[in-house]
């Protein structure tokens, strides 16, 4: 029992947490959420007075002597006028405010998607290398939207919905109390009912989104590997894990439409029961000459204003649960920690201090464990490099070379000990962070390409870099040979979808982009491993000479790089010991 509290109390504290970030989105768009109850309760008050304009209407062609209507018109003509200008006027009314809510939901959404975009890109690679590329589109894509759905339909559908139920509840009581009472009834029934409700769709919600996550990163891990499925006759593995998702994902949306359809139906028995017991009474009502038709109509008309309303009321929770679960998930995103820029004007000093003088990268008893791992990666360990230095990390794969890599790049920060940038000259050294990725320039393990040109791609970490500079570094990665025989030369398309490189010539041209970034510093991850032996030693032979005043800093398993390293690291057992 105590521990059913406790659950409970866990997923109800979840969900009041959550509705607060929803109601802090709200604040932030208050004007769009009082534009739209604004729009919601006009369309209301139409409604209720095209209720009681055929209410007239009725009683004026029936000739009810009754004349208890509202609305005092003269003649049928008034009515008839009153009704054709009302159905225009609506009419119009909802095309204007079908415009302004597109324009609200299309700038909320957007910008929504930025804000978690930038939270996510901003947020520590450890962390962020924990998503797979499907879940997160998804979180991008469907929570969001189902988020700023919420942040600007619920509150204005709640006020709205609130306000019919009152207006129409005033009327009938204006004209019959008994019937407003009866009416009534529904409103204990249906609340317990919600709250029970609320639980038990919450848990719901949070499996959906995570059945539709594992989908979408299984059909981009798919999309991503087609190659390797067909070569390897894994197409029908693939269809059938597919199929096998998707039963996993209909089951469960299925549980929930029986849940709630056994809840809904529920209701409306409810409901219902009430209406005829409403219905039954306005009859008596008539037959008793209490009231007239047109007031039986409007009776009738306005019992299921008040049930629609109260359903619309009702119905929110579901609305509500859904995006609680969705903004978690986005609560989540927004989280993660984040990459520090705090020591920026410091790395800028120190950037300016240093220009062309000589640096030490180093790494002192550093010790790292990757998140949520029972070992160390790196421990104790030690390295140091200086200008001139062209460094080679070998050793076993898995053994740390690549976290080495991280570590100086701050994509990951030391457990323990400390990774410095130092200049002896100015006599100043600076620990690494984000701030001193300046410099640096990295070729990734993997082909990092982006789908545009070769130009664009290369211009991403130079912006102002001229056609004349992006030939010299393609001719220094031995790349500008088969570049020059595209068609379009170096604004051939390259990365997903773009024309096919192969690994090798990928390689070269990751080797470009990098030496264009002119840092002081760079790190070669395996990116001479897809070349031939003769292309290899003619781009080491290159980089050989292109960095001379820099630091090079290669990671490999091959002997050819060892002859244009002065010094060699062997990176195993979590240790990193010098050889040469
Ligand atoms: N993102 C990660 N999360 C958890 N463990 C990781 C991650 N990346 C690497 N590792 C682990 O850290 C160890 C060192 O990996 P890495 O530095 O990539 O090796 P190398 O580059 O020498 O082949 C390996 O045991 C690997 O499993
Ligand atoms: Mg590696």
């Given at each position: 029992m105590v521990k059913y509290m406790k659950l409970r109390d866990k997923n109800l504290n979840e969900i009041t947490r959550e509705l607060k970030n929803i109601l802090a989105l709200a604040k932030k768009y208050w004007?769009?959420?009082?534009?739209?109850?604004?729009?919601?309760?006009?369309?209301?008050?139409?409604?209720?007075?095209?209720?009681?304009?055929?209410?007239?209407?009725?009683?004026?062609?029936?000739?009810?002597?009754?004349?208890?209507?509202?609305?005092?018109?003269d003649s049928i003509y008034g009515v008839i006028g009153a009704a054709i200008a009302f159905s225009a006027f609506k009419i119009i009314f909802n095309a204007v405010c079908g415009r302004i809510s597109e324009k609200i939901k299309i700038k909320i959404n957007t910008e929504m998607t930025a804000e978690i975009f930038d939270s996510f890109i901003c947020s520590n690679w450890e962390y962020t290398s924990l998503y797979s590329s499907g879940d997160i589109l998804n979180r991008f894509n469907n929570d969001v939207s189902t988020v700023s759905g919420s942040v600007i339909g619920i509150f204005p559908t709640f006020v709205s919905k609130a306000f019919q139920f009152l207006a129409a509840f005033g009327v009938v009581f204006y004209y019959d109390k008994t019937m407003a009472l009866i009416a009534l009834i529904t409103v204990p029934l249906l609340l317990v009912c919600s709250r029970f409700l609320m639980k038990k769709m919450h848990s719901y919600a949070k499996e959906l989104k995570k059945v539709n996550s594992k989908l979408m990163a299984f059909n981009s891990d798919a999309l991503l590997n087609m190659q390797y499925l067909k070569s390897f006759g894994l197409v029908s593995v693939f269809c059938m894990k597919l199929r096998r998702l998707q039963r996993e994902y209909i089951k469960l949306n299925l549980d929930y439409n029986k849940f709630s359809l056994i809840?809904?139906?529920?209701?409306?028995?409810?409901?219902?029961?009430?209406?005829?017991?409403?219905?039954?009474?306005?009859?008596?009502?008539?037959?008793t000459n209490a009231i007239s038709i047109g007031t039986l109509v409007l009776f009738i008309q306005l019992y299921g204003m008040l049930s629609s309303s109260f359903s619309s009321i009702i119905g929110i929770v579901p609305t509500l649960i859904n995006s609680v679960a969705a903004s978690e998930r986005l609560t989540e995103i927004r989280n993660l920690p984040k990459d520090d820029d705090l020591n920026e004007p410091e790395a800028m000093?120190?950037?300016?201090?240093?220009?062309?003088k000589n640096l030490e990268v180093s790494l002192k008893n550093v010790t790292f464990r990757y998140h949520g791992e029972e070992e160390d990666a790196l421990k104790n360990v030690a390295f140091t490099a200086k200008t001139g230095d062209f460094v080679a990390l070998?050793?076993?794969?898995?053994?740390?070379?690549?976290?080495?890599?991280?570590?100086?790049?701050?994509?990951?920060?030391?457990?323990?000990?400390?990774?410095s940038l130092k200049c002896e000259e100015a006599g100043e050294t600076i620990s690494v962070s984000p701030a001193t990725r300046r410099f640096f320039s990295y070729v990734p393990q993997k082909n990092t390409m982006f789908s545009d040109t070769l130009a664009e791609n290369m211009r991403l970490v130079k912006p102002d870099a001229t056609d004349e500079e992006i030939e010299n570094a393609l001719k220094i990665a031995c790349a500008y040979d088969f570049v020059k025989k595209e068609k379009d030369g170096i604004y051939c398309r390259v990365g997903d979808g773009g024309t096919g490189f192969s690994e090798g010539q990928m390689q070269r041209l990751s080797i470009a982009r990098a030496l264009l970034r002119d840092a002081p510093v760079v790190l070669f991850d395996e990116a001479t491993s897809a070349l031939d032996i003769d292309t290899e030693q003619r781009v080491l032979q290159n980089l050989a000479e292109w960095g001379k005043n820099r630091i090079c800093i290669f990671t490999t398993h091959r002997t050819s790089v060892f002859e244009v390293c002065n010094r060699a690291y062997i990176v195993s057992g979590a240790d990193c010991a010098p050889v040469m």
């Open positions: 004007v769009s959420v009082v534009v739209f109850t604004a729009m919601a309760l006009f369309s209301t008050v139409f409604g209720i007075l095209a209720s009681l304009v055929s209410q007239s209407l009725i009683d004026i062609v029936t000739g009810s002597s009754k004349g208890d209507s509202i609305l005092n018109f809840v809904t139906s529920i209701m409306s028995f409810v409901t219902q029961m009430v209406t005829y017991a409403c219905f039954g009474w306005g009859v008596y009502r008539l037959w000093d120190f950037y300016e201090s240093v220009a062309g070998t050793g076993p794969s898995g053994e740390g070379k690549t976290t080495i890599l991280r570590l100086l790049l701050a994509l990951i920060a030391p457990g323990s000990g400390i990774v």
